[in-house]
C-alpha cells in the first residue's frame, strides 16, 4: 500500500531524514520508535505533503502511485490521514462542521455530491458511539480548550470519518493518562480491517501494549536502522537506544 | 474654489433655502459650528488622531452639497440591503431626503422618525434644547461641519420603560443623481429610564458615482437602558464614509455599538463612549474585512469618569491586496472612576504583503483601584493550523477562509438579531470568497 523509497528530505536545508525505505501492506500495522530528534515526526508529515520540507531524493508512494506532486488535502483525498501530536484549536468552527466540510471536501475530490445531511447525521452517530464520544462534545469548537485526551479521540474520530487507507499516528499517547490511551487504542483496533494499515510513530512502547504492531522499525538520526517484529519494541524499552547508535 | 471654500460659502444659501427658521436655538448652533470648521477646515494628517488616515483624495472632488433625488426608487431597488425577514421600523433616506414611501415609522409606543421634524416643532424643543449637538465633538471639525448642515436623518425617542419591539433599520441611499455627492446625514438616539432598543445603520450607494457621507449619530443612554446599535458598512468603491458616532450613557445603562465593514473606499469611524453616572457598561466590537485598496479607521474613545464601570473593546481586521487597516483605541481612566473594568483587544491578520495595520492602543489611567488590560496581535495565517485542515481532505483556499471565518466569529457572535447575524456571515462568506457548508 505505502512505499517509501531512499527518502531524502530537509527543512531549511538541514537534512532530516537521510534514505528511509520501508513498505507497508494492507492490513498492517507498523510502529516508527527512535530517540527525540530522530526525524519520527518529518516522517509523518512528509508522508502527508508538509510544504515546508523539500523531497531533496526518493519518493513516497501509495498504491502504486507516486505522491510527490500532490498536495496534503490531495495526499488526504487518496486515503492517507494523519493525526496530529498537536492538534491545531480552530475557534468557532465546531467539531461536526470540521468534519462535515473534510467529508465533503473529498467527495467533492471524487466527483461525488455532498453527503444528505441526514446520512452524514447518522455516519456522525454511528462514529461517535463507537469511539464514545459524548454527542455535546461535538458542538463545541475544535480542539478549542479541549484536554489532551479529548484532542486525541478527537483525532481518532475524524480518522473513524474519514475511513483513510492509510493512518499515521503521530505521538498519539503523548499527553494521555493510561485510561484516555486505551480509550484510543480501542477506537484505533475497532477501525483496523485487512483494507487498511496503520503506521505508529511513539516514543515509547507503552502505546504499542494496545495497538499491537506487526513491525517496528527504529529511525535513528534519519534512518532505520533496525527492523524487526514486536518483541523489538520491549528490547528497546528495556535497553534504550543507545545499543543501536 | 475648494471644498472647504464652497461648503463655507454655501452655508448661508443653505440656511435660505431650506427654510429654516433663523431665530431659533438650531441657528445659533449650525452658526457656531460653521465657524468653527471654517476655522479648523477638514483635518489633515498633521492631527494625531488623523495621522492614519489621508482625507485629502476625497476632497479633490467638486461635490454636489444639494444633489437632486431621484423619485424613481423603488422598493425593488433597495430591497436586498434591507433586513427583510424580520419585522422592523425602517427610516429610508434617497439622496439625503426622507422617504415616507419606503419608510415604517411610529409614533405609538416610540418615535421613530426623521430629525428635521423633531427639529422644527415646538413638540419636541426639548429635544434640541437637552440633546441636540450636546455630544458630539467640538474638537472634531468633521462633526462640526455635519453640524452646521443638519437638516435631516434618523430621530429615534424611546420613552421610559419601553421595550421596541422591533428592530429600527437606517438607511442611506445615493443614486447617482450627481457625479459626486456629499451627503451630511444626522441621527438623534434617545432612550428613556429601563428601555431597549436595536438600531441598524447602512449607508449605500445605488450607483457607480462617486458619494462621501458625513454622519453624525448622538445616542443618549438613559439609567439603566439597554442600546444595540449595528453598523453596516459594505458600500460601493466608489463610497467613502466618515462616520462620528458619540454615546452618552447614564448610571447602570448598557451600550454596544458594533461595526461591520467590508466595502466603500474609505471609512472613517470615530466612536466615543461617555460616562455619567456609575455601573456603566459599553462595548464596542467591529471587524474590517479589506481588499484592494480599501481603507478603514476605527478611531475609538472611551473616557470613564465615574466608578464601577466596564468596557469591553475588541476589534479584528483582515487585511489582503494593498488595503489599509486603522486601530486607534483610547481608554481614560479618570481618577475618580475607580474599580473600572477596561479591556480592549485588537487582532489583525495580514495576508498580502501590500496590505497594512497601523494600530494605536492608548490607555490613559489616571485611578489606581482598576482593571485594565489591552492586546494587540498583529499576524500571518497560522501555517500549522492550515496543514491540519488540509491533511483533513479540506482544499488551501477553503482552510484559508475557514480560519479566517473563524478568525472573526467572536465579533459575529456580538450580534442579537439572528437574520442579521446570519447576514453579516453571509457578507463575510463572500468577502472571502468563500461558500461555506454550513452556518456558523
Redesign the interface.
Known sequence: MLKVNNLHASINDKEILKGINLEIKAGEIHAIMGPNGSGKSTLS?VI?????YEVTEGNVMLDGEDLSDL???E???KG???S?QY??E????TVT??????????RK?KGLE?LPAKEMLQLIREKSDLLEIDRKFLSR?LNEGFSGGEKKRNEIF?MAM?EPKLAILDETDSGLDIDALKVVAKGVNKLKSDKNSVLVITHYQRLLDYIVPDFVHVLYNGKIVKSGGKELALELEKKGYDWLK | MNLKEKLTSSFLAFENEGNLDLDSNTHAIRLEAIKSFEAHGFPSKTIEDWKYTNLKPLLKHDYCLFPRTKNDVGFKNIKKYLLNDVETYTLVFIDGVFSSFLSTTTHDDCDVCVLSSALNRPKYKMVVDNYFNKIANKNESVSQLNTAFTIEGAFINVPKNTIVPKPVQIIYFSTGSEKEVLLQPRNLVIVGENSHVQIIERHQNLSDETTLTNAVTEIFVNKRAVVDYYKIQNDTKNSSLIDSTYVSQKMQSVASVNTYSFGGKLTRNNLEFYHEGEGITSNLNGISILNSNQHVDNTTLVNHKFPNCESHELYKGIYSDRSSGVFNGKVIVNKEAQKTNAFQQNNNILIDDGATINAKPQLEIFADDVKCSHGCTIGQLDESALFYMQSRGIPKKEAKALLLYAFGNDVVEKIKIPQLKTKIAKFIAEKLNVELGFDL
Do not use: D, M, W
Request: aromatic share 8%; no cysteine; charged share 20%.
Open positions: 508529515a502527508a505533503g508538509k510544504e515546508e498536495s496534503p488535502e495526499r488526504a483525498h492517507i490521514f494523519l496530529f492538534p491545531v480552530i475557534p468557532g468552527v462542521n470540521f468534519i462535515k466540510t473534510a467529508i465533503n471536501e473529498t475530490s455532498e469548537s475524524q474519514l
